[in-house]
C-alpha cells in the first residue's frame, strides 16, 4: 500500500481496534490459478507480537483454501469509512483555483502466512467468538448454544477456518491531512452538510475532526 507519511498509521493498538470495528475483511490469496479473494469477518489477537494474528473461516466448498501456495504470503484488507471529497468545500478553491476532487478513506492491510484447518473444536471456538461478539450488544443475544447441537455440529463440517499470522501490518487514515486547517475544517463542514447524519459520510467527518493529522 503507497503510504505518504501524513496519512501513515503505525500505532499497533489503534490498527487492531479497528479492525474490530470494520469486522469485515478481503482475504486474498495466490493459488494455483491466480489470485483469489473472499470477505470474511475476521477477530484479531494480540499475539503473538508484535502484530497479531487475525483467525476467521470460510466455506469448505470454497476453492480458496484448497488452490493455495503456502509459501506465498497472504493479504487481508480492511476498508473503513470513506467519501467523496469535492474541491468546492476548500476555502483555497476562492483563493487560488489550484484543487482537485480526492477521496478520504481508512485502510489497513496485513500480510503474513495462512493456515486453514478444519479441526472441529477450533472452529467451534471461531464461530462461537465471532457470535459473541457481534451478539453482545443485542438486549437478548443469540449464542451458539442455542442451536440444536447436532445442527451446529453439521455446519461446522461444512466450514474451514484459517490463520493468519501477521508479519507486517500497516494503516492507512487520508483524512485531508495534506491540506492546510482551513481547507480540512471546509471538508467536515461540506460532509456534515451534504451527507446527513446517518451518512458514512457524518462518519469521515468525524474521524477528520478527531485525526491526530
Same mark, same amino acid.
Given at each position: 500500500?503507497?503510504?505518504?507519511?501524513?496519512?501513515?498509521?503505525?500505532?499497533?493498538?489503534?490498527?487492531?481496534?479497528?479492525?474490530?470495528?470494520?469486522?469485515?475483511?478481503?482475504?486474498?490469496?495466490?493459488?494455483?490459478?491466480?489470485?483469489?479473494?473472499?470477505?470474511?469477518?475476521?477477530?484479531?489477537?494480540?499475539?503473538?507480537?508484535?502484530?497479531? *494474528?487475525? +483467525?476467521?473461516?470460510?466455506? &469448505? !466448498?470454497? /476453492?480458496?483454501?484448497?488452490?493455495?501456495? @503456502? =509459501?506465498?504470503?497472504?493479504?487481508?484488507?480492511?476498508?473503513?469509512?470513506?467519501?467523496?471529497?469535492?474541491?468546492?468545500?476548500?476555502?483555497?478553491?476562492?483563493?487560488?483555483?489550484?484543487?482537485?476532487?480526492?477521496?478520504?478513506?481508512?485502510?489497513?492491510?496485513?500480510?503474513?502466512?495462512?493456515?486453514?484447518?478444519?479441526?472441529?473444536?477450533?472452529?467451534?471456538?471461531?464461530?462461537?467468538?465471532? *457470535?459473541? +461478539?457481534?451478539?453482545?450488544? &443485542? !438486549?437478548? /443475544?443469540?449464542?451458539?448454544?442455542?442451536? @440444536? =447441537?447436532?445442527?451446529?455440529?453439521?455446519?461446522?463440517?461444512?466450514?474451514?477456518?484459517?490463520?493468519?499470522?501477521?508479519?507486517?501490518?500497516?494503516?492507512?487514515?487520508?483524512?485531508?491531512?495534506?491540506?492546510?486547517?482551513?481547507?480540512?475544517?471546509?471538508?467536515?463542514?461540506?460532509?456534515?452538510?451534504?451527507?446527513?447524519?446517518?451518512?458514512?459520510?457524518?462518519?469521515?467527518?468525524?474521524?477528520?475532526?478527531?485525526?491526530?493529522?
Amino acid at each position: 500500500m503507497y503510504l505518504p507519511a501524513n496519512f501513515r498509521e503505525d500505532r499497533v493498538e489503534v490498527l487492531h481496534q479497528a479492525i474490530r470495528q470494520i469486522a469485515l475483511g478481503t482475504l486474498v490469496t495466490l493459488g494455483q490459478n491466480g489470485l483469489c479473494a473472499s470477505h470474511a469477518p475476521m477477530l484479531v489477537d494480540a499475539e503473538p507480537a508484535p502484530f497479531g *494474528t487475525l +483467525t476467521g473461516h470460510i466455506a &469448505r !466448498a470454497n /476453492p480458496q483454501w484448497q488452490s493455495l501456495k @503456502p =509459501e506465498v504470503d497472504a493479504l487481508a484488507v480492511f476498508t473503513g469509512p470513506h467519501a467523496y471529497v469535492s474541491p468546492g468545500w476548500y476555502p483555497t478553491k476562492a483563493q487560488t483555483g489550484k484543487v482537485v476532487p480526492t477521496w478520504n478513506y481508512v485502510a489497513i492491510h496485513a500480510t503474513g502466512r495462512l493456515r486453514f484447518f478444519d479441526d472441529a473444536e477450533p472452529l467451534r471456538r471461531i464461530v462461537t467468538r465471532l *457470535t459473541d +461478539t457481534h451478539e453482545q450488544r &443485542r !438486549a437478548e /443475544p443469540w449464542k451458539v448454544t442455542d442451536a @440444536p =447441537e447436532d445442527f451446529i455440529a453439521g455446519m461446522l463440517k461444512a466450514i474451514i477456518g484459517f490463520e493468519l499470522a501477521i508479519v507486517r501490518l500497516e494503516g492507512k487514515w487520508k483524512m485531508s491531512q495534506n491540506r492546510p486547517a482551513e481547507d480540512r475544517t471546509g471538508v467536515v463542514d461540506g460532509l456534515r452538510r451534504e451527507g446527513g447524519a446517518s451518512d458514512v459520510a457524518a462518519i469521515v467527518a468525524s474521524a477528520m475532526a478527531t485525526d491526530k493529522g
